[in-house]
Protein backbone atom coordinates (compact mmCIF):
# COMPACT_ATOMS: atom_id res chain seq x y z
CA UNK A 1 0.00 0.00 0.00
CA UNK A 2 1.58 3.52 -0.95
CA UNK A 3 1.74 5.27 2.19
CA UNK A 4 3.67 7.67 4.39
CA UNK A 5 4.25 6.54 7.74
CA UNK A 6 5.62 8.94 10.65
CA UNK A 7 6.74 7.38 14.00
CA UNK A 8 6.29 7.86 16.86
CA UNK A 9 2.12 8.60 16.68
CA UNK A 10 2.03 9.93 20.33
CA UNK A 11 4.80 11.47 22.65
CA UNK A 12 5.55 13.14 25.72
CA UNK A 13 8.61 14.41 26.43
CA UNK A 14 10.82 16.88 28.44
CA UNK A 15 12.28 20.24 27.88
CA UNK A 16 15.95 19.95 26.63
CA UNK A 17 16.00 16.23 25.73
CA UNK A 18 16.63 15.76 22.08
CA UNK A 19 14.21 13.40 19.72
CA UNK A 20 13.73 12.11 16.44
CA UNK A 21 10.53 11.94 14.10
CA UNK A 22 10.96 9.39 11.57
CA UNK A 23 9.30 9.95 8.23
CA UNK A 24 9.35 7.22 5.18
CA UNK A 25 7.42 6.67 2.31
CA UNK A 26 7.06 3.96 -0.15
CA UNK A 27 6.25 5.62 -3.57
CA UNK A 28 9.48 6.85 -4.95
CA UNK A 29 8.81 10.60 -4.47
CA UNK A 30 11.42 13.15 -4.60
CA UNK A 31 9.45 16.14 -2.72
CA UNK A 32 9.36 15.52 1.09
CA UNK A 33 8.24 18.09 3.76
CA UNK A 34 7.43 18.69 7.33
CA UNK A 35 4.71 20.95 8.73
CA UNK A 36 3.08 22.04 12.29
CA UNK A 37 -0.45 22.14 12.71
CA UNK A 38 -1.74 24.31 15.53
CA UNK A 39 -4.66 25.37 16.29
CA UNK A 40 -6.23 28.60 14.14
CA UNK A 41 -3.00 28.74 12.55
CA UNK A 42 -3.57 26.32 10.29
CA UNK A 43 -0.46 23.99 9.14
CA UNK A 44 3.05 25.74 8.52
CA UNK A 45 5.94 24.66 6.83
CA UNK A 46 9.07 23.49 8.72
CA UNK A 47 11.15 22.37 6.31
CA UNK A 48 11.51 20.72 3.05
CA UNK A 49 13.46 18.70 0.70
CA UNK A 50 13.50 18.88 -3.08
CA UNK A 51 15.40 15.47 -3.24
CA UNK A 52 18.01 13.29 -1.82
CA UNK A 53 20.88 15.91 -0.13
CA UNK A 54 18.50 19.32 -0.78
CA UNK A 55 16.31 21.00 2.04
CA UNK A 56 15.13 24.27 2.32
CA UNK A 57 13.77 26.37 5.25
CA UNK A 58 10.34 26.69 5.36
CA UNK A 59 8.27 29.05 7.20
CA UNK A 60 9.09 27.96 10.71
CA UNK A 61 12.32 26.64 10.80
CA UNK A 62 13.81 27.36 13.81
CA UNK A 63 14.50 24.97 16.96
CA UNK A 64 14.08 21.78 14.09
CA UNK A 65 16.36 20.16 12.06
CA UNK A 66 16.37 17.69 8.59
CA UNK A 67 18.08 15.40 6.87
CA UNK A 68 17.57 13.79 3.67
CA UNK A 69 19.78 10.67 3.56
CA UNK A 70 17.80 8.39 1.62
CA UNK A 71 15.10 9.40 -0.48
CA UNK A 72 12.54 7.55 1.15
CA UNK A 73 13.38 8.85 4.52
CA UNK A 74 12.96 12.04 6.17
CA UNK A 75 13.73 12.57 9.82
CA UNK A 76 12.38 15.85 11.92
CA UNK A 77 15.14 16.38 14.76
CA UNK A 78 14.53 18.63 17.62
CA UNK A 79 17.65 18.86 19.49
CA UNK A 80 16.66 20.97 22.60
CA UNK A 81 12.53 20.60 22.60
CA UNK A 82 10.97 23.44 24.14
CA UNK A 83 7.08 23.72 25.08
CA UNK A 84 6.49 26.32 22.48
CA UNK A 85 7.09 23.30 20.41
CA UNK A 86 4.15 21.18 21.55
CA UNK A 87 2.07 20.79 18.32
CA UNK A 88 0.74 18.14 15.95
CA UNK A 89 3.31 17.62 13.21
CA UNK A 90 2.82 16.27 9.47
CA UNK A 91 5.12 14.53 7.18
CA UNK A 92 4.35 14.70 3.71
CA UNK A 93 5.77 13.44 0.15
CA UNK A 94 5.16 14.81 -3.39
CA UNK A 95 5.97 13.17 -7.00
CA UNK A 96 8.07 15.41 -8.51
CA UNK A 97 10.39 18.39 -6.88
CA UNK A 98 12.44 20.42 -9.47
CA UNK A 99 10.53 21.21 -12.46
CA UNK A 100 6.52 20.61 -12.48
CA UNK A 101 6.18 19.65 -8.98
CA UNK A 102 3.74 22.16 -8.08
CA UNK A 103 1.46 20.84 -10.03
CA UNK A 104 1.63 17.87 -7.71
CA UNK A 105 -0.32 17.48 -4.27
CA UNK A 106 1.45 16.05 -1.09
CA UNK A 107 0.73 12.52 0.40
CA UNK A 108 0.04 13.72 4.43
CA UNK A 109 1.11 11.21 7.08
CA UNK A 110 -0.97 10.26 10.19
CA UNK A 111 0.55 13.00 12.11
CA UNK A 112 2.59 12.85 15.46
CA UNK A 113 1.03 14.76 18.69
CA UNK A 114 4.07 15.80 20.21
CA UNK A 115 3.95 17.42 23.73
CA UNK A 116 7.13 18.90 26.00
CA UNK A 117 6.37 19.72 29.45
CA UNK B 1 5.33 36.48 0.95
CA UNK B 2 3.10 34.00 -0.09
CA UNK B 3 -0.34 33.94 1.71
CA UNK B 4 -3.44 31.94 2.04
CA UNK B 5 -6.84 33.59 2.96
CA UNK B 6 -9.48 31.47 4.44
CA UNK B 7 -13.08 32.18 5.76
CA UNK B 8 -13.04 31.80 9.45
CA UNK B 9 -15.37 29.18 11.40
CA UNK B 10 -16.55 26.40 12.15
CA UNK B 11 -19.75 26.71 9.33
CA UNK B 12 -22.46 24.51 10.68
CA UNK B 13 -25.21 23.78 7.87
CA UNK B 14 -27.89 21.23 7.90
CA UNK B 15 -27.75 18.64 5.58
CA UNK B 16 -28.55 19.16 1.63
CA UNK B 17 -27.66 22.60 2.15
CA UNK B 18 -25.50 24.78 0.13
CA UNK B 19 -21.70 24.90 1.26
CA UNK B 20 -19.24 27.71 -0.21
CA UNK B 21 -15.93 28.22 1.78
CA UNK B 22 -14.01 31.31 -0.10
CA UNK B 23 -10.64 31.32 0.09
CA UNK B 24 -8.14 34.32 -1.36
CA UNK B 25 -4.03 33.87 -2.43
CA UNK B 26 -1.56 36.73 -2.81
CA UNK B 27 1.71 35.06 -4.47
CA UNK B 28 3.97 36.55 -6.59
CA UNK B 29 4.23 34.42 -9.68
CA UNK B 30 1.17 31.53 -10.63
CA UNK B 31 0.86 29.39 -8.09
CA UNK B 32 -0.96 25.91 -8.12
CA UNK B 33 -3.88 25.66 -5.77
CA UNK B 34 -5.36 22.91 -3.80
CA UNK B 35 -8.34 21.91 -1.26
CA UNK B 36 -7.47 19.34 1.19
CA UNK B 37 -9.39 17.72 3.63
CA UNK B 38 -8.87 16.96 7.31
CA UNK B 39 -11.44 14.15 8.86
CA UNK B 40 -10.64 13.88 12.17
CA UNK B 41 -7.60 12.11 14.15
CA UNK B 42 -6.25 11.92 10.16
CA UNK B 43 -4.01 13.01 8.36
CA UNK B 44 -4.72 15.68 5.35
CA UNK B 45 -6.00 13.96 1.88
CA UNK B 46 -6.57 16.33 -1.41
CA UNK B 47 -10.13 17.34 -2.27
CA UNK B 48 -8.66 18.62 -5.44
CA UNK B 49 -6.75 20.98 -7.51
CA UNK B 50 -6.05 23.05 -10.58
CA UNK B 51 -2.77 24.15 -11.58
CA UNK B 52 -3.52 27.33 -14.01
CA UNK B 53 -5.62 30.24 -14.44
CA UNK B 54 -9.39 29.09 -15.45
CA UNK B 55 -9.18 25.31 -14.49
CA UNK B 56 -11.90 23.95 -12.53
CA UNK B 57 -10.79 21.37 -10.10
CA UNK B 58 -14.07 18.68 -8.75
CA UNK B 59 -14.23 15.62 -6.54
CA UNK B 60 -16.81 13.91 -4.45
CA UNK B 61 -19.32 17.02 -5.64
CA UNK B 62 -16.92 19.47 -4.84
CA UNK B 63 -15.88 21.98 -7.26
CA UNK B 64 -13.48 25.10 -7.11
CA UNK B 65 -12.43 27.32 -9.95
CA UNK B 66 -9.49 29.22 -10.04
CA UNK B 67 -9.68 32.59 -11.04
CA UNK B 68 -6.51 34.87 -11.40
CA UNK B 69 -8.47 38.37 -11.85
CA UNK B 70 -9.87 37.88 -8.12
CA UNK B 71 -7.21 35.87 -6.82
CA UNK B 72 -9.72 33.21 -5.38
CA UNK B 73 -10.59 30.06 -5.09
CA UNK B 74 -13.40 28.98 -3.71
CA UNK B 75 -14.60 25.62 -2.48
CA UNK B 76 -18.63 24.94 -3.42
CA UNK B 77 -20.55 21.74 -2.85
CA UNK B 78 -24.18 22.01 -3.72
CA UNK B 79 -25.61 19.75 -1.04
CA UNK B 80 -23.65 19.12 1.72
CA UNK B 81 -23.80 15.17 3.74
CA UNK B 82 -23.07 14.72 7.19
CA UNK B 83 -20.33 12.62 6.00
CA UNK B 84 -18.72 15.69 4.97
CA UNK B 85 -18.14 17.81 8.73
CA UNK B 86 -13.96 17.77 8.65
CA UNK B 87 -11.91 20.43 8.50
CA UNK B 88 -10.95 21.87 4.84
CA UNK B 89 -7.39 23.49 4.00
CA UNK B 90 -6.61 25.76 1.19
CA UNK B 91 -2.80 25.65 0.03
CA UNK B 92 -0.95 27.28 -2.85
CA UNK B 93 2.48 25.83 -3.96
CA UNK B 94 5.02 27.39 -6.72
CA UNK B 95 8.17 26.78 -8.41
CA UNK B 96 10.15 30.19 -6.83
CA UNK B 97 14.45 30.58 -8.19
CA UNK B 98 13.63 26.43 -8.42
CA UNK B 99 12.60 26.06 -4.76
CA UNK B 100 9.43 25.02 -3.63
CA UNK B 101 6.87 26.28 -0.30
CA UNK B 102 3.50 25.50 0.22
CA UNK B 103 1.62 27.63 1.82
CA UNK B 104 -1.70 26.82 3.52
CA UNK B 105 -4.70 28.73 5.07
CA UNK B 106 -5.52 28.68 8.53
CA UNK B 107 -8.68 25.46 7.80
CA UNK B 108 -12.15 25.93 7.85
CA UNK B 109 -14.00 23.37 10.12
CA UNK B 110 -17.65 22.47 8.40
CA UNK B 111 -19.97 20.49 10.57
CA UNK B 112 -23.00 19.16 9.24
CA UNK B 113 -26.12 18.42 11.20
CA UNK B 114 -29.03 15.81 10.12
Known amino acids: EAQVTQNPRYLITVTGKKLTVTCSQN?????MSWYRQDPGLGLRQIYY???????DKGDVPEGYKVSRKEKRNFPLILESPSPNQTSLYFC????????????????FGPGTRLTVT | GDSVTQMEGPVTLSEEAFLTINCTYT??????LFWYVQYPGEGLQLLLK?????DKGSNKGFEATYRKETTSFHLEKGSVQVSDSAVYFC?????????????FGTGTKLQVIP
Open chain 1, 92 to 107: ASSPQGYGGGANYEQY
Open chain 1, 27 to 31: MNHEY
Open chain 1, 49 to 55: SMNVEVT
Open chain 2, 27 to 32: ATGYPS
Open chain 2, 50 to 54: ATKAD
Open chain 2, 91 to 103: ALRMNSGGYQKVT
